[in-house]
T-cell receptor, first 112, second 110 residues
Framework: ETGVTQSPTHLIKTRGQQVTLRCSSQ?????VSWYQQALGQGPQFIFQ???????GRGNFPPRFSGLQFPNYSSELNVNALELDDSALYLC???????????FGQGTRLTVV | GIQVEQSPPDLILQEGANSTLRCNFS?????LQWFHQNPWGQLINLFY???GTKQNGRLSATTVATERYSLLYISSSQTTDSGVYFC????????????FGKGTKLTVNP
């Protein structure tokens, strides 16, 4: 059984640019959630996708957007990058909206 | 949304000691998980425990849902137990999914 995988593992972008992060869900999971973890903090919920529809969103601006594909993999897009967007971005998949979540290894984004 | 408070924020132990980490919730939760974050940032699942008690080797966890808290016990700690431990909960009435605490940073010295 393949776990949750994220790509890339590290990324450096310039302020104002756009970035796309990718996540492959664990086999048998149809729900993907994204989290942002700033240094020294706990992860914060960005949004969740269930069967290709956004299914809940945290307190993040619209420049954070996402997609889920028919194979349940997902993308997180961030437009107009700001320095404060520098963080570890974590993807989690689960069997359903409220089931146990399993996390990928994360993408570390640095905005300069 | 719910608030999650973890204590203590930092814990330093000698190898072989036991420890208890606590997680308090501001409201009832339907989903409660404990994680260990490794040095590379990955969250490793320890327990999915909305209520009751579970054990896995040297680790065990207890959630008292009616009193809105959970405890993680680590016995005979090893240096490899070092890292940050997070609890996270979700309330099906809220818009957020898992809400995380700020974590407990555990250091186990040889």
């Amino acid at each position: 059984e393949t776990g949750v995988t994220q790509s890339p593992t590290h990324l450096i972008k310039t302020r104002g640019q756009q970035v796309t992060l990718r996540c492959s869900s664990q086999s048998g999971h149809n729900t993907v959630s994204w989290y942002q973890q700033a240094l020294g903090q706990g992860p914060q919920f960005i949004f969740q996708y269930y069967r290709e529809e956004e299914n809940g969103r945290g307190n993040f601006p619209p420049r954070f957007s996402g997609l889920q594909f028919p194979n349940y993999s997902s993308e997180l897009n961030v437009n107009a990058l700001e320095l404060d967007d520098s963080a570890l971005y974590l993807c989690a998949s689960s069997r359903s909206e409220w089931a146990e979540a399993f996390f990928g290894q994360g993408t570390r984004l640095t905005v300069v | 949304g719910i608030q999650v408070e973890q204590s203590p924020p930092d814990l330093i132990l000698q190898e072989g000691a036991n420890s208890t980490l606590r997680c308090n919730f501001s409201d009832s939760v339907n989903n409660l998980q404990w994680f260990h974050q490794n040095p590379w940032g990955q969250l490793i699942n320890l327990f999915y425990i909305p209520s009751g008690t579970k054990q896995n080797g040297r680790l065990s966890a207890t959630t008292v849902a009616t009193e809105r808290y959970s405890l993680l016990y680590i016995s005979s700690s090893q240096t490899t137990d070092s890292g940050v431990y997070f609890c996270a909960g979700a309330n099906q009435g809220g818009s957020e999914k898992l809400v995380f605490g700020k974590g407990t940073k555990l250091t186990v010295n040889p």
